[in-house]
Protein backbone atom coordinates (compact mmCIF):
# COMPACT_ATOMS: atom_id res chain seq x y z
CA UNK A 1 0.00 0.00 0.00
CA UNK A 2 1.60 3.45 -1.25
CA UNK A 3 1.64 6.15 1.49
CA UNK A 4 0.13 9.27 0.50
CA UNK A 5 2.76 11.92 0.06
CA UNK A 6 2.13 15.15 2.14
CA UNK A 7 4.95 17.14 1.26
CA UNK A 8 4.50 18.36 -2.65
CA UNK A 9 7.56 17.86 -4.98
CA UNK A 10 7.32 21.37 -6.14
CA UNK A 11 9.04 23.82 -4.57
CA UNK A 12 5.94 26.40 -5.24
CA UNK A 13 3.88 23.82 -3.73
CA UNK A 14 6.31 23.58 -0.27
CA UNK A 15 6.35 26.66 0.32
CA UNK A 16 2.75 27.52 0.12
CA UNK A 17 1.74 24.87 2.28
CA UNK A 18 4.07 25.83 4.88
CA UNK A 19 2.74 29.58 4.91
CA UNK A 20 -0.71 28.13 5.15
CA UNK A 21 0.00 25.91 7.63
CA UNK A 22 2.10 28.87 9.37
CA UNK A 23 -0.62 31.12 9.23
CA UNK A 24 -3.59 28.83 10.17
CA UNK A 25 -1.38 28.06 13.16
CA UNK A 26 -0.79 32.06 14.02
CA UNK A 27 -4.35 32.57 13.34
CA UNK A 28 -6.05 29.48 15.53
CA UNK A 29 -3.37 30.93 18.38
CA UNK A 30 -4.34 34.19 18.08
CA UNK A 31 -8.16 33.26 18.43
CA UNK A 32 -7.63 31.31 21.59
CA UNK A 33 -5.06 34.36 22.72
CA UNK A 34 -8.57 37.19 22.11
CA UNK A 35 -10.89 34.84 23.67
CA UNK A 36 -8.82 34.08 27.06
CA UNK A 37 -8.51 37.94 26.54
CA UNK A 38 -11.80 38.63 26.54
CA UNK A 39 -13.22 35.77 28.75
CA UNK A 40 -10.65 37.82 31.76
CA UNK A 41 -12.49 41.17 30.73
CA UNK A 42 -15.82 39.83 31.19
CA UNK A 43 -15.06 37.61 34.38
CA UNK A 44 -13.30 40.94 36.15
CA UNK A 45 -16.43 42.95 35.14
CA UNK A 46 -18.50 40.44 36.80
CA UNK A 47 -16.11 39.92 39.89
CA UNK A 48 -16.72 44.04 40.13
CA UNK A 49 -20.14 43.48 40.10
CA UNK A 50 -20.66 40.65 42.93
CA UNK A 51 -17.94 42.43 45.02
CA UNK A 52 -20.45 45.50 45.31
CA UNK A 53 -23.17 43.25 45.96
CA UNK A 54 -21.30 41.32 48.62
CA UNK A 55 -20.56 45.32 49.92
CA UNK A 56 -24.24 45.83 49.86
CA UNK A 57 -24.89 42.82 51.70
CA UNK A 58 -22.12 43.32 54.58
CA UNK A 59 -23.97 46.65 55.56
CA UNK A 60 -26.87 44.14 56.91
CA UNK A 61 -24.39 43.17 59.41
CA UNK A 62 -23.64 44.72 62.53
CA UNK A 63 -20.59 44.31 64.74
CA UNK A 64 -21.68 41.62 66.55
CA UNK A 65 -22.20 39.25 63.39
CA UNK A 66 -25.98 39.67 63.75
CA UNK A 67 -28.10 40.06 60.39
CA UNK A 68 -30.35 42.87 60.27
CA UNK A 69 -33.13 41.38 58.15
CA UNK A 70 -34.91 44.81 57.83
CA UNK A 71 -31.70 46.43 55.80
CA UNK A 72 -30.64 43.04 54.24
CA UNK A 73 -33.84 43.33 52.28
CA UNK A 74 -33.54 46.90 51.24
CA UNK A 75 -30.35 45.88 50.05
CA UNK A 76 -30.09 42.69 48.72
CA UNK A 77 -30.84 43.11 44.77
CA UNK A 78 -29.03 39.87 43.17
CA UNK A 79 -32.92 38.51 43.19
CA UNK A 80 -33.63 41.00 40.40
CA UNK A 81 -30.40 40.73 38.52
CA UNK A 82 -32.06 37.53 37.28
CA UNK A 83 -32.39 33.28 37.32
CA UNK A 84 -29.00 31.34 38.63
CA UNK A 85 -27.86 34.88 40.97
CA UNK A 86 -27.61 33.59 44.18
CA UNK A 87 -26.30 34.83 47.86
CA UNK A 88 -26.10 33.74 51.01
CA UNK A 89 -24.41 35.14 54.72
CA UNK A 90 -23.03 32.77 57.07
CA UNK A 91 -22.56 34.26 60.66
CA UNK A 92 -22.80 32.96 64.52
CA UNK A 93 -26.14 32.64 64.27
CA UNK A 94 -26.70 30.61 61.08
CA UNK A 95 -26.82 30.70 57.68
CA UNK A 96 -29.16 33.13 55.95
CA UNK A 97 -29.54 33.55 51.71
CA UNK A 98 -31.05 31.93 49.00
CA UNK A 99 -32.31 28.08 49.29
CA UNK A 100 -30.48 26.86 46.33
CA UNK A 101 -27.16 27.81 47.00
CA UNK A 102 -24.63 25.68 45.26
CA UNK A 103 -21.54 23.56 46.35
CA UNK A 104 -18.48 26.28 45.83
CA UNK A 105 -14.76 24.85 45.33
CA UNK A 106 -11.79 27.57 46.06
CA UNK A 107 -10.10 28.65 43.49
CA UNK A 108 -7.91 31.74 44.99
CA UNK A 109 -7.43 35.37 43.95
CA UNK A 110 -8.89 35.80 39.51
CA UNK A 111 -5.43 36.89 37.11
CA UNK A 112 -5.17 39.94 37.26
CA UNK A 113 -7.09 41.38 33.59
CA UNK A 114 -4.69 43.43 30.88
CA UNK A 115 -4.51 47.04 32.77
CA UNK A 116 -4.61 48.54 36.35
CA UNK A 117 -5.75 46.08 38.68
CA UNK A 118 -9.61 46.18 40.00
CA UNK A 119 -10.67 48.86 42.71
CA UNK A 120 -11.84 47.35 45.57
CA UNK A 121 -15.12 48.28 46.57
CA UNK A 122 -16.19 51.21 48.60
CA UNK A 123 -17.09 50.76 51.77
CA UNK A 124 -15.97 47.01 51.90
CA UNK A 125 -15.19 45.17 54.97
CA UNK A 126 -11.74 44.55 55.74
CA UNK A 127 -11.12 40.53 55.05
CA UNK A 128 -9.88 38.61 51.72
CA UNK A 129 -11.62 38.66 48.73
CA UNK A 130 -11.55 35.40 46.74
CA UNK A 131 -13.11 33.86 43.95
CA UNK A 132 -14.85 30.68 43.74
CA UNK A 133 -16.21 27.88 40.60
CA UNK A 134 -18.88 25.73 41.30
CA UNK A 135 -22.63 24.20 39.67
CA UNK A 136 -26.33 23.96 41.01
CA UNK A 137 -28.30 20.99 42.12
CA UNK A 138 -29.21 21.61 38.00
CA UNK A 139 -25.87 21.61 36.78
CA UNK A 140 -25.70 25.30 35.88
CA UNK A 141 -22.31 26.15 36.45
CA UNK A 142 -21.61 29.37 38.67
CA UNK A 143 -19.19 31.81 39.38
CA UNK A 144 -19.30 33.38 43.32
CA UNK A 145 -17.32 35.85 45.07
CA UNK A 146 -16.34 35.28 48.42
CA UNK A 147 -15.07 37.86 51.70
CA UNK A 148 -14.91 36.62 55.41
CA UNK A 149 -14.31 38.97 58.18
CA UNK A 150 -14.26 38.95 61.94
CA UNK A 151 -16.91 40.24 64.00
CA UNK A 152 -16.88 40.31 68.18
CA UNK A 153 -18.81 37.07 68.03
CA UNK A 154 -17.05 35.09 65.26
CA UNK A 155 -15.93 35.27 61.60
CA UNK A 156 -19.08 35.84 59.03
CA UNK A 157 -18.60 34.53 55.74
CA UNK A 158 -20.66 36.15 52.27
CA UNK A 159 -20.66 34.99 49.49
CA UNK A 160 -22.37 36.48 46.15
CA UNK A 161 -22.67 33.95 42.99
CA UNK A 162 -23.63 34.31 39.74
CA UNK A 163 -24.20 31.71 36.49
CA UNK A 164 -21.54 31.30 34.35
CA UNK A 165 -23.52 31.68 31.52
CA UNK A 166 -22.89 35.59 32.46
CA UNK A 167 -19.35 35.17 31.25
CA UNK A 168 -20.02 33.19 28.25
CA UNK A 169 -23.02 34.59 26.63
CA UNK A 170 -21.00 38.07 25.66
CA UNK A 171 -17.47 35.83 25.20
CA UNK A 172 -19.47 33.69 22.14
CA UNK A 173 -21.05 37.21 20.83
CA UNK A 174 -18.04 39.30 20.63
CA UNK A 175 -15.97 35.73 19.39
CA UNK A 176 -18.45 35.21 16.20
CA UNK A 177 -17.52 38.35 14.44
CA UNK A 178 -14.03 37.86 15.76
CA UNK A 179 -13.88 34.40 13.99
CA UNK A 180 -15.05 36.15 10.71
CA UNK A 181 -12.85 38.42 10.76
CA UNK A 182 -9.42 36.11 11.30
CA UNK A 183 -11.45 33.70 8.43
CA UNK A 184 -11.54 37.16 5.59
CA UNK A 185 -8.29 37.95 7.38
CA UNK A 186 -6.84 34.60 6.86
CA UNK A 187 -7.56 33.95 3.35
CA UNK A 188 -6.23 37.29 2.22
CA UNK A 189 -3.21 36.45 3.96
CA UNK A 190 -3.41 32.85 1.91
CA UNK A 191 -3.77 35.30 -1.13
CA UNK A 192 -0.99 37.42 -0.98
CA UNK A 193 1.53 34.33 -0.14
CA UNK A 194 0.24 32.91 -3.31
CA UNK A 195 1.52 35.75 -4.89
CA UNK A 196 4.53 36.28 -3.02
CA UNK A 197 5.46 32.53 -3.69
CA UNK A 198 5.16 32.99 -7.73
CA UNK A 199 6.83 36.59 -7.48
CA UNK A 200 9.98 34.67 -5.44
CA UNK A 201 9.83 31.87 -7.87
CA UNK A 202 9.88 34.00 -10.76
CA UNK A 203 13.62 33.56 -11.35
CA UNK A 204 13.79 29.84 -11.29
CA UNK A 205 11.17 29.56 -13.99
CA UNK A 206 13.36 32.28 -16.16
CA UNK A 207 16.52 30.44 -15.54
CA UNK A 208 14.47 26.93 -16.25
CA UNK A 209 13.58 28.69 -19.71
CA UNK A 210 16.69 30.44 -20.09
CA UNK A 211 18.49 26.22 -20.26
CA UNK A 212 15.64 25.14 -22.41
CA UNK A 213 16.61 27.98 -24.40
CA UNK A 214 20.20 26.74 -24.37
CA UNK A 215 19.81 23.21 -25.08
CA UNK A 216 17.41 24.22 -28.03
CA UNK A 217 20.38 25.95 -29.48
CA UNK A 218 18.53 29.62 -28.94
CA UNK A 219 20.84 30.92 -26.58
CA UNK A 220 24.44 30.61 -25.40
CA UNK A 221 24.43 31.52 -21.88
CA UNK A 222 22.20 32.55 -18.90
CA UNK A 223 21.29 35.74 -17.53
CA UNK A 224 23.56 37.01 -15.03
CA UNK A 225 21.40 39.24 -13.81
CA UNK A 226 19.74 37.08 -10.93
CA UNK A 227 18.75 37.38 -7.06
CA UNK A 228 21.56 37.45 -4.57
CA UNK A 229 20.98 33.20 -4.00
CA UNK A 230 20.76 32.03 -7.74
CA UNK A 231 24.12 34.18 -9.31
CA UNK A 232 26.50 31.03 -8.32
CA UNK A 233 24.08 28.65 -10.13
CA UNK A 234 24.22 30.81 -12.91
CA UNK A 235 27.74 30.93 -13.09
CA UNK A 236 28.19 27.32 -12.82
CA UNK A 237 25.88 26.80 -15.85
CA UNK A 238 27.72 29.30 -18.11
CA UNK A 239 30.91 27.91 -17.35
CA UNK A 240 29.84 24.43 -18.17
CA UNK A 241 28.06 25.34 -20.97
CA UNK A 242 31.43 26.91 -22.33
CA UNK A 243 33.04 23.76 -20.94
CA UNK A 244 30.89 21.49 -23.16
CA UNK A 245 31.49 23.73 -26.49
CA UNK A 246 34.92 23.64 -25.63
CA UNK A 247 35.06 19.64 -25.33
CA UNK A 248 32.80 19.47 -28.61
CA UNK A 249 35.16 21.60 -30.43
CA UNK A 250 37.98 19.65 -29.60
CA UNK A 251 36.17 16.27 -30.15
CA UNK A 252 35.40 17.33 -33.69
CA UNK A 253 39.00 18.67 -34.23
CA UNK A 254 40.15 15.59 -32.97
CA UNK A 255 37.73 13.47 -35.94
CA UNK A 256 38.59 15.42 -38.79
CA UNK A 257 42.49 15.08 -38.02
CA UNK A 258 42.12 11.23 -37.25
CA UNK A 259 40.54 10.99 -40.67
CA UNK A 260 43.16 13.39 -42.30
CA UNK A 261 45.81 11.57 -40.90
CA UNK A 262 43.99 7.84 -41.78
CA UNK A 263 43.08 9.37 -45.58
CA UNK A 264 46.46 9.61 -47.25
CA UNK A 265 48.30 6.08 -45.82
CA UNK A 266 44.91 4.27 -46.83
CA UNK A 267 44.88 5.69 -49.96
CA UNK A 268 48.31 4.89 -50.82
CA UNK A 269 48.16 1.35 -49.80
CA UNK A 270 44.85 1.28 -52.13
CA UNK A 271 47.05 2.38 -54.94
CA UNK A 272 50.00 0.17 -54.18
CA UNK A 273 47.56 -3.01 -53.96
CA UNK A 274 45.33 -2.20 -57.08
CA UNK A 275 46.98 -5.10 -59.16
CA UNK A 276 46.06 -7.57 -56.21
CA UNK A 277 41.58 -7.78 -56.21
CA UNK A 278 41.79 -9.46 -52.81
CA UNK A 279 44.19 -6.97 -50.83
CA UNK A 280 42.72 -3.86 -52.58
CA UNK A 281 38.97 -5.24 -51.58
CA UNK A 282 40.85 -5.99 -47.73
CA UNK A 283 41.93 -2.03 -47.85
CA UNK A 284 38.39 -0.81 -49.26
CA UNK A 285 36.73 -2.95 -47.06
CA UNK A 286 39.39 -1.15 -43.73
CA UNK A 287 38.69 2.25 -45.21
CA UNK A 288 35.14 1.83 -44.73
CA UNK A 289 35.30 0.67 -41.25
CA UNK A 290 37.07 3.70 -40.64
CA UNK A 291 35.43 6.16 -42.26
CA UNK A 292 32.29 4.19 -39.99
CA UNK A 293 33.71 4.19 -36.15
CA UNK A 294 34.83 8.11 -37.22
CA UNK A 295 31.26 8.81 -38.20
CA UNK A 296 30.54 7.37 -34.61
CA UNK A 297 33.13 8.82 -32.38
CA UNK A 298 31.99 12.29 -34.52
CA UNK A 299 28.27 11.68 -33.92
CA UNK A 300 29.01 11.66 -30.03
CA UNK A 301 30.69 14.74 -30.03
CA UNK A 302 27.59 16.28 -32.07
CA UNK A 303 26.04 19.48 -31.35
CA UNK A 304 22.46 18.61 -30.64
CA UNK A 305 21.81 22.58 -30.05
CA UNK A 306 21.92 23.23 -33.87
CA UNK A 307 19.09 24.54 -36.08
CA UNK A 308 19.76 24.05 -39.59
CA UNK A 309 17.58 25.45 -42.71
CA UNK A 310 16.61 21.53 -44.02
CA UNK A 311 15.62 23.25 -47.70
CA UNK A 312 19.25 24.52 -47.91
CA UNK A 313 20.61 21.21 -47.18
CA UNK A 314 18.61 19.14 -49.06
CA UNK A 315 18.89 21.68 -52.47
CA UNK A 316 22.54 21.40 -52.07
CA UNK A 317 23.08 17.44 -51.40
CA UNK A 318 20.13 17.12 -54.61
CA UNK A 319 22.55 19.56 -56.85
CA UNK A 320 25.82 17.21 -56.14
CA UNK A 321 23.16 13.98 -56.85
CA UNK A 322 21.44 15.46 -59.84
CA UNK A 323 25.83 15.58 -61.63
CA UNK A 324 25.73 12.44 -60.84
CA UNK A 325 22.97 10.58 -62.16
CA UNK A 326 22.07 13.39 -64.75
CA UNK A 327 19.78 10.59 -65.98
CA UNK A 328 17.30 10.37 -63.57
CA UNK A 329 14.46 13.09 -62.43
CA UNK A 330 14.99 14.62 -58.73
CA UNK A 331 12.17 16.29 -57.30
CA UNK A 332 12.19 18.48 -54.31
CA UNK A 333 9.56 19.73 -52.16
CA UNK A 334 10.69 21.16 -48.99
CA UNK A 335 8.80 24.27 -46.72
CA UNK A 336 11.19 26.98 -46.91
CA UNK A 337 10.70 27.30 -42.86
CA UNK A 338 11.68 23.88 -41.78
CA UNK A 339 14.37 23.89 -39.74
CA UNK A 340 15.73 20.63 -37.68
CA UNK A 341 18.13 20.46 -34.46
CA UNK A 342 20.75 18.34 -36.45
CA UNK A 343 24.23 19.63 -37.09
CA UNK A 344 24.28 21.12 -40.73
CA UNK A 345 27.61 18.69 -41.32
CA UNK A 346 25.64 16.04 -40.14
CA UNK A 347 22.61 16.46 -41.65
CA UNK A 348 24.25 16.63 -45.24
CA UNK A 349 25.74 13.27 -44.30
CA UNK A 350 22.08 11.99 -43.24
CA UNK A 351 20.35 13.32 -46.82
CA UNK A 352 23.81 12.32 -48.91
CA UNK A 353 23.80 9.05 -47.44
CA UNK A 354 19.55 8.52 -47.96
CA UNK A 355 19.74 10.40 -51.75
CA UNK A 356 22.57 8.63 -53.10
CA UNK A 357 21.07 5.18 -52.45
CA UNK A 358 17.38 6.47 -53.64
CA UNK A 359 19.17 7.79 -57.22
CA UNK A 360 21.28 4.78 -56.87
CA UNK A 361 18.21 2.11 -57.22
CA UNK A 362 16.12 4.62 -58.66
CA UNK A 363 14.43 3.43 -62.44
CA UNK A 364 14.18 7.34 -63.55
CA UNK A 365 12.64 9.39 -60.41
CA UNK A 366 13.28 10.46 -56.84
CA UNK A 367 10.90 12.25 -54.99
CA UNK A 368 11.66 14.16 -51.81
CA UNK A 369 9.13 16.07 -49.35
CA UNK A 370 9.42 17.59 -45.96
CA UNK A 371 7.39 19.16 -43.52
CA UNK A 372 6.49 19.89 -39.84
CA UNK A 373 4.33 16.46 -38.68
CA UNK A 374 0.95 18.90 -38.10
CA UNK A 375 -0.12 17.02 -34.62
CA UNK A 376 3.73 17.02 -33.44
CA UNK A 377 5.27 20.70 -34.04
CA UNK A 378 8.77 19.19 -32.07
CA UNK A 379 9.19 16.79 -35.60
CA UNK A 380 9.75 17.07 -38.96
CA UNK A 381 9.10 14.38 -41.59
CA UNK A 382 11.52 13.32 -43.96
CA UNK A 383 10.19 11.31 -46.93
CA UNK A 384 12.29 10.34 -49.62
CA UNK A 385 10.75 7.95 -52.60
CA UNK A 386 12.33 6.02 -55.38
CA UNK A 387 10.61 4.05 -58.04
CA UNK A 388 13.35 1.03 -57.95
CA UNK A 389 12.49 -2.52 -56.79
CA UNK A 390 12.56 -1.77 -53.19
CA UNK A 391 13.38 -3.99 -50.33
CA UNK A 392 11.87 -6.93 -49.36
CA UNK A 393 10.00 -6.98 -45.79
CA UNK A 394 11.82 -9.41 -44.37
CA UNK A 395 15.24 -7.94 -45.13
CA UNK A 396 14.85 -4.09 -43.66
CA UNK A 397 15.81 -5.19 -40.86
CA UNK A 398 19.38 -6.61 -41.84
CA UNK A 399 20.22 -2.94 -44.31
CA UNK A 400 21.48 -1.04 -41.19
CA UNK A 401 23.76 -3.72 -40.22
CA UNK A 402 27.44 -2.26 -40.46
CA UNK A 403 29.20 -3.58 -43.91
CA UNK A 404 25.17 -5.41 -45.16
CA UNK A 405 24.96 -5.30 -48.91
CA UNK A 406 21.78 -6.72 -50.58
CA UNK A 407 23.20 -5.38 -53.94
CA UNK A 408 26.19 -5.99 -54.41
CA UNK A 409 26.65 -4.40 -58.24
CA UNK A 410 28.43 -0.87 -58.19
CA UNK A 411 30.53 1.01 -55.36
CA UNK A 412 29.49 0.95 -51.94
CA UNK A 413 30.58 -1.19 -48.84
CA UNK A 414 27.31 -1.30 -46.98
CA UNK A 415 27.68 1.36 -43.70
CA UNK A 416 25.51 4.44 -45.48
CA UNK A 417 22.44 2.75 -44.11
CA UNK A 418 24.32 2.43 -40.90
CA UNK A 419 25.71 5.89 -40.05
CA UNK A 420 22.14 7.14 -40.77
CA UNK A 421 21.15 4.63 -38.27
CA UNK A 422 23.37 6.07 -35.81
CA UNK A 423 23.09 9.74 -36.70
CA UNK A 424 18.96 9.57 -36.17
CA UNK A 425 19.55 8.28 -32.87
CA UNK A 426 21.59 10.00 -31.79
CA UNK A 427 19.23 13.13 -32.14
CA UNK A 428 16.76 11.28 -30.86
CA UNK A 429 14.77 10.89 -34.38
CA UNK A 430 13.31 7.14 -36.08
CA UNK A 431 14.24 5.79 -39.69
CA UNK A 432 11.98 3.89 -41.50
CA UNK A 433 11.74 1.90 -44.78
CA UNK A 434 8.41 0.35 -46.40
CA UNK A 435 6.59 0.41 -49.54
CA UNK A 436 6.82 3.15 -51.74
CA UNK A 437 3.31 3.88 -53.29
CA UNK A 438 2.98 2.33 -56.92
CA UNK A 439 6.38 0.62 -55.98
CA UNK A 440 9.97 0.88 -54.97
CA UNK A 441 11.27 2.26 -51.65
CA UNK A 442 9.71 4.93 -49.31
CA UNK A 443 12.12 6.24 -46.59
CA UNK A 444 10.89 7.88 -43.67
CA UNK A 445 13.05 9.99 -41.54
CA UNK A 446 11.61 11.92 -38.23
CA UNK A 447 14.02 14.37 -37.22
CA UNK A 448 13.61 17.24 -34.04
CA UNK A 449 12.35 20.43 -34.90
CA UNK A 450 15.32 23.13 -34.91
CA UNK A 451 14.30 26.78 -32.99
CA UNK A 452 13.30 29.35 -35.43
CA UNK A 453 15.84 32.18 -36.19
Given amino acids: MRLVRIVPRSLHGRMLVLSVVATLVALAIAGVSIAGLLERLVVDGLDRRLDSEVTMLSGAV ?62 APPGRLSSLEGASEDGVAVHARRITF ?34 ILGLLLSVAMLVQVRIGLRPLRTLR ?43 RASAVNLAHALKTPVATLAIDLRDQPQAAAQVARIDATIRHHLARARTEATDRRSSTALGVAVEGVAAVIRRLY ?21 LDELIGN ?38 PAEARAQVARPGMRLDERGDGHGFGLTIVSDLVALYGGALTLDDAPGG ?11 APV
Fill in 326 to 346: DDRTLAIDVADDVRVAVDPHD
Fill in 440 to 450: GLRVRLFLPAG
Fill in 354 to 391: LLDNAARHARSRVMVAAAVIADDARRVEVTIIDDGPGI
Fill in 209 to 251: DQVAAIRAGTRATVDDELPTELQPLATELNALTAENAAALASA
Fill in 150 to 183: DTRRGPVTITAAAPRDVVRRPVRAAMMPLLGALL
Fill in 62 to 123: DDYGRVDRARLQARAGLAESGPGWRWQIAGPDGTVGSNDFPTLTDVGPPLPPPGPGPVPPRH
